[in-house]
């Protein structure tokens, strides 16, 4: 598949400045500007309800958050694919999707929300919600983004951590749940090494519940980071901002129950790619992260 | 016939079945699964479930309304979505386990001050408020969840945190007063009010 | 044989000439194996090797001796008609297990030199095998059972242009199927219920020109063999028939379980527990509607799986039965549609096949509730009936009331007497074994009828593999029985479902007709196929032992009114078992002999004591042990320099005068290698194996004679997988008489 040329762009609420992705946002630009990737932000869009929206909301008032988003998206920048980075974002668009066109009941209470604000969503006529690796892997290609690299991530030996919600339900087409490839790939392709069987690659980083339940969500953390330090990982790199925010800044927290040592720093792939195309470390956001990642900044200001 | 036989005849008369097909989110799966176990199996918070997913789905076949509707165990999901890719009979059991919950609480059978339970409806206001998620006044709201003195306790344990946060550029004290929102919040009320309206209007009614 | 001329071929190809000198080998052959013609050829089996050989057949030669790779490849080329072949394995028994090493040269090529002798040994004692001519070819089979199986057997057949007998003995065509309200459709979708089919299937057998209908009929007598099975029929009027059928195909199905036999469970304590054929014609009288015994509509139906089977427990059944798991989903469906509450209380829910997975997932759209659980007692409750249950998903007793429980009871197979019975009681009359005596006794006072009434030296029926199920071995060989030429189709032969017995019974049929034309052929059926060599006895030297008639293990040998062997070409499998039966050695096949082998391995050059070079000599049965050593040769596993390896057709057939033979030829160890024997045996002729096991435990007197250590011979059990394993064996055995010493016998 060619590049678009342009995407719609839904950052969601993390990926907004001085939100808790921001360094996802700025590296994201720079990758983009890099990469030649055009997107345009879908205005007004509204928060996806996420994983734990359903607790508050039942499932047309959640669903209807993301009908919203896609019937604004469609308004404004007609059959453009949606772009989300965020994999919350990503799958709560997909299952309104779904719902839209396989539940007639839901998609009519969907469709009367709408209709208070004078949109609507169509079965079959809704354009596609794709999450932003699907843009790297399937629209440019990862040979294509290797071929483009002016600094090579040389000695930088990574642990692709996938998690969840970019891996399941949906996934990224081709890869196996068990044991997607596309993250050691893209790593591979920026010069750096990926950690071979990463045991928990996709394992989960507890989600929303590292709020409501911080012990077992620091319990799963930790064997994310064990399993990195296993493999002998200088640094994580995730594509999920909520998985970043979990695996790198509870690690203080752990140390302390743990007795562990953990440092790792825990990167966004849109940071290697940057800092792979020349990016400066400003530019890659590497100042955003609360555990440095001084390989790679040392690579950025070579 | 005795109170007590008259439970018994109750018992597997699928009537609580029926309630979760017509109530709750993709309920209808919920007769399909053949106790495998292979979704507890894949749970990372599999240990802290009382009911794991399969069991709770034999408890709803046999009619234990009370049981899995207070039960805690559906709070337990992360929303990994394990379970889901690994089912072999494709069940969406994800979101069965949040429609489990939703609907218990709507019933008001959901376990008082259970954790996730608040911190949802603290994130869902926060969006019916602004559109978009504020995550500043979440945490906060998440520190003062269970209670003003426990709340500063956990915000002095979080102090570090957020010092990095901030210091980190990802997250803006001024967010508490103001912050990200969006633009037509009227509309979004609108529409989130009519949506709520639908889903009341299908309920069906059981039991009581 | 005035006229025998051996040619011997010696191929070079592979690296056996790299490796070997085979000028050695051809003048081995001319001056030991006594070959007219020895010749060398770089690539044997190539147009121009293979003219070569025919050119000096039409010249005269009548043993051809092929010394290149296993009798097991390039059986093609290697095939010339009207003479007989020996093979010596150069490659895979040869070169491929010896290294390639300066050290081992010598060794490697005494090993050749002995596989030259002992195929021109084994040539020389061949005659060329024919057919007899004993029977011509019947287009007819006899299929025995109306049911589903039967009728599809029938039909099969029929579509092929053979005649079919088929006898009834009851008044009516259909079996257990015509008793469905409903039934799975035989293609998808799977999920949903069909009409009953079995009525047209009757109809098409009653218009079938092919087929002969003999109802309220049985077989009153059996005799002859595949291709001239000559059947008298018996009516129920008292008239008899004589037909003449080329084979038989025994569908005489299943009864369920009897249910009083399962009193916990309610079994003949109250009229509305019943078994599923019960609830099934229940149903059908009443078109759909759910009746309990008093007439009024039952609203509640629990379905409890397993009643009676996969149980340890006295007078249970131990085996699954297969179908019952999907046959109360469908009626349970029925409660369903008719607007009850069904429930099924399984432990495992078997529905195998992806139509099965269709079938499970059909009942629980249409909500029928399934539990895991344990059934402990069932009840009489008020009017109506509690099931008292561990439920084991919710771990917790539980109990559940119904209007009806169906018992998912096992099926008991409709097989005939065990033939072997007599024999058995005999045998543990023998052994002291009374309490063993008493339970076959009994077992035999309560015995079916005969179902075939053979007339054959061996019993009146097919015999059992377990519990009363006639199957001979259910992967190798389905439908065949250990009686050639008498197929068993549907669940007289396994637990089965209609579908499976449909297929079961067309694959029956198919094994029939095969039967028949092998027959008209002279040639064996499996696991010789197409073998036209067959067991011949000198009479002179015949001392009426009955050796041979006992233990055949196909009930291929009668006796005549002198009590000599009477052997039925067709009904024999070609296993030899006769032939290492008979203590006085008058058995042998034309091409398969005591001396065909005997002189193998006394062709071997025998090194004296102290030349530190063992002889092993190996019998392997052709039919795993052997290929499993041709597979070690493949994948370059070595094993000792001093192993003469002769394959047999069967542990079977190995006769104690060959390992007497042995010892006193200086041999210092034999190796036996059969396959597994015992209940899960995996002998291709059912018994040979074990027969050779009990034949050997006897060699140790032979062995004490000789004043020989026991351990130099040794039987083992190997199967087609062991080709690590067997190696390692023959290694042993070297090491082994390293530890003990060569053998005194070496002259």
Same mark, same amino acid.
């Given at each position: 598949m060619a590049k678009k040329e342009f995407y719609s762009f839904y950052p969601g609420c993390s990926s907004q400045p001085k939100a808790s992705a921001d360094n996802f946002l700025r590296s994201s630009n720079a990758m983009c500007d890099a990469l030649g990737i055009k997107l345009k932000e879908i205005d007004d869009w509204n928060c996806c309800g996420a994983s734990i929206g359903y607790a508050g909301g039942g499932e047309v008032p959640r669903l209807s958050l993301s009908a919203r988003n896609i019937a604004l998206s469609q308004q404004q920048n007609g059959d453009a694919d949606i772009v989300a980075p965020c994999a919350a974002c990503w799958i709560a668009t997909r299952e309104a999707q779904e719902r839209v066109e396989h539940n007639p009941k839901v998609s009519a209470g969907i469709n009367a929300a709408l209709a208070e604000i004078g949109l609507k969503v169509e079965s079959g006529k809704m354009p596609k919600a794709r999450h932003m690796v699907e843009v790297l892997v399937e629209d440019i290609g990862l040979d294509t983004i290797a071929k483009g690299v002016t600094k090579p991530l040389e000695g930088v030996k990574i642990a692709g951590y996938v998690g969840c919600q970019t891996n399941r339900p949906f996934g990224i087409a081709g890869e196996s749940f068990e044991n997607p490839l596309y993250l050691d790939h893209m790593i591979e392709a920026c010069g750096a090494q990926a950690v071979d069987k990463y045991e928990k690659k996709v394992a989960c980083c507890s989600g929303a519940l590292m709020f409501s339940e911080p012990e077992k969500g620091h319990a799963l953390v930790k064997e994310i980071i064990e399993a990195a330090y296993d493999g002998g990982a200088d640094m994580i790199v995730t594509p999920c901002q909520l998985c970043q925010m979990n695996v790198e800044s509870y690690q203080s927290n752990i140390n302390k129950t743990y007795g562990t040592k953990f440092n790792i720093p825990v990167v966004y792939y849109t940071q290697l790619i940057a800092v792979a195309y020349g990016k400066s470390a400003q530019e890659a956001a590497l100042d955003g992260q609360i555990i440095r990642a001084g390989k790679l900044e040392d690579i950025a200001n070579k | 016939m005795s109170d007590m036989n008259q439970a018994m005849v109750e018992k597997y008369r699928s009537n609580f079945l029926k309630e979760v097909e017509a109530n709750v989110e993709e309920g209808t799966w919920v007769k399909m699964c053949m106790q495998c176990g292979v979704c507890s199996g894949s749970c990372p918070l599999g240990p802290h479930w009382e009911h794991p997913p399969q069991e709770l789905f034999m408890m709803i076949r046999a009619g234990k309304r009370e049981e899995v509707l207070s039960s805690s165990s559906m709070w337990m999901c992360t929303s990994c979505y394990n379970c889901i890719a690994r089912c072999p009979r494709g069940l969406p059991i994800t979101h069965i386990m949040h429609g489990l919950a939703s609907y218990a609480k709507r019933l008001g059978l959901?376990?008082?001050?259970q954790p996730t339970k608040e911190f949802g409806q603290i994130f869902w206001d926060s969006i019916a408020k602004n559109g978009r998620v504020n995550e500043l006044k979440i945490g906060v709201g998440l520190y003062f969840m269970n209670g003003f003195s426990q709340g500063i306790k956990n915000a002095l344990a979080g102090r570090e945190l957020g010092m990095a946060m901030m210091k980190s550029k990802r997250m803006n004290p001024m967010e508490y007063f103001g912050g990200h929102k969006c633009k037509d919040l009227s509309g979004i009320a609108k529409m989130l009010k009519k949506a709520e309206e639908f889903e009341a209007e299908h309920i069906t009614k059981f039991g009581e | 044989m005035a006229d025998m001329k051996i040619g011997a071929y010696i191929c070079q190809g592979c690296g056996i000439g790299e490796r070997l000198d085979t000028a050695q080998l051809a003048s081995v052959a001319k001056?030991? $194996? *006594?070959?007219?013609e020895a010749r060398e050829h770089?690539? #044997?089996?190539?147009a121009e090797g293979v003219k070569m050989i025919q050119d000096d057949i039409a010249a005269g030669v009548t043993h051809v001796v092929i010394a290149a790779c296993s009798r097991r490849a390039k059986t093609e080329a290697f095939s010339f008609e009207g003479v007989a072949i020996s093979r010596a394995n150069l490659r895979e028994g040869v070169i491929w297990v010896r290294p390639d090493t300066p050290e081992a040269a010598e060794t490697t090529q005494e090993m050749a030199d002995d596989y030259v002798r002992m195929a021109c040994a084994e040539a020389k004692h061949m005659k060329i095998p024919s057919a007899s001519g004993e029977q011509g070819l019947v287009r007819t089979i006899l299929v025995v059972g109306g049911g589903i199986s039967g009728m599809t057997a029938a039909l099969e057949a029929a579509k092929t242009g053979y005649k079919v007998e088929l006898v009834e003995k009851t008044g009516a065509l259909g079996g257990v199927a015509a008793q469905m309200f409903k039934k799975y459709p035989d293609k998808a979708p799977y999920n949903v219920l069909a009409d009953n089919t079995t009525g047209a299937m009757i109809d098409a057998v009653n218009a079938n020109g092919n087929i002969t209908v003999h109802l309220n009929t049985t077989v009153a007598k059996t005799e002859g063999a595949p291709g001239r099975f000559a059947v008298t029929l018996a009516t129920e009027s008292g008239a008899s028939k004589e037909v003449t059928v080329g084979a038989i195909i025994q569908a005489t199905g299943f009864t369920p379980y009897d249910i009083t036999r399962l009193p916990e469970l309610g079994g003949g304590k109250s009229p509305d527990v019943m078994d599923q054929l019960a609830f099934e014609q229940m149903v059908k009288a009443n078109n759909g509607a759910i009746k309990k015994s008093d007439g009024s509509d039952a609203k509640n139906v629990v379905f409890v799986q397993c009643a009676g089977q996969r149980s340890d427990a006295e007078g249970h059944l131990p085996y699954c039965s297969g179908h019952c798991c999907m046959t109360s989903i469908k009626q349970a469906r029925y409660v369903k549609e008719a607007g009850g509450d069904a429930t099924v209380i399984f432990d495992d829910l078997r529905t195998p096949g992806a139509d099965g997975e269709d079938v499970y997932r059909g009942g629980q759209e249409a909500g029928v509730t399934f539990s895991k659980g344990k059934v402990s007692a069932i009840e009489a409750a008020g009017k109506g009936l509690k099931v008292n249950y561990t439920d084991k998903i919710l771990a917790e007793d539980t109990t559940i009331d119904a209007d009806i429980v169906v018992l998912a009871t096992g099926m008991v197979p409709a097989s005939g007497p065990n033939p072997y019975l007599t024999q058995e009681i005999e045998a543990a009359d023998k052994a002291g074994d009374t309490a063993l005596a008493e339970k076959l006794k009994a077992e035999q006072a309560s015995a079916p009828a005969s179902i075939l009434n053979l007339q054959y030296r061996q019993g009146t029926d097919v015999p059992h593999l377990k519990s009363g199920f006639t199957d001979s071995h259910f992967i190798c060989f389905p439908y065949e029985t250990r009686r050639t030429g008498i197929y068993t189709a549907g669940p007289v032969r396994r637990p089965m479902d209609a579908h499976q017995a449909m297929e079961d019974a067309t694959g029956a049929a198919l094994k029939a007709i095969q039967a028949c034309e092998n027959a008209a052929l002279g040639r064996a059926a499996h696991?010789?196929? $197409?073998?036209l060599s067959f067991p011949s006895f000198r009479k002179e030297g015949c001392t009426q032992c009955k050796r041979c008639t006992v233990e055949c293990p196909f009930g291929a040998i009668n006796e005549d009114e002198k009590g000599f062997p009477q052997y039925n070409e067709s009904r024999c499998r070609r296993c030899g078992t006769c032939m290492g039966a008979c203590p006085v050695r008058v058995i042998s096949f034309e091409n398969y002999s005591v001396e065909t082998i005997g002189q193998q391995l006394k062709a071997v050059d025998m090194p004296d004591e102290f030349s530190e070079k063992p002889r092993l000599l190996v019998l392997a049965c052709e039919n795993d042990a052997y290929p499993a050593l041709d597979m070690a040769g493949m994948t370059k596993q070595e094993y000792s320099a001093f192993a003469r390896i002769i394959p047999v057709r069967c542990l079977g057939s190995v006769n104690t005068i060959w390992i007497t033979d042995a010892l006193n030829s200086g041999y210092d160890g034999v190796i036996l290698l059969g396959c597994q024997k015992g209940d899960n045996y995996q002998c291709h002729f059912v018994k040979g194996s074990e027969m050779a096991h009990y034949r050997m435990s006897k060699i140790d007197d032979t062995l004490t004679q000789l004043n #020989?250590? *026991?351990?130099r011979v040794q039987t083992y059990e190997v199967s087609i997988a062991d080709i690590q394993r067997i190696p390692q064996i023959i290694n042993d055995m070297e090491k082994l008489i390293g530890e003990i010493g060569m053998s005194p016998f070496k002259f």
């Open positions: - | 959901a376990p008082n001050r | 001056r030991e $194996g *006594k070959a007219a770089a690539f #044997l089996c190539s696991p010789r196929s $197409g073998d #020989l250590e *026991k351990e």
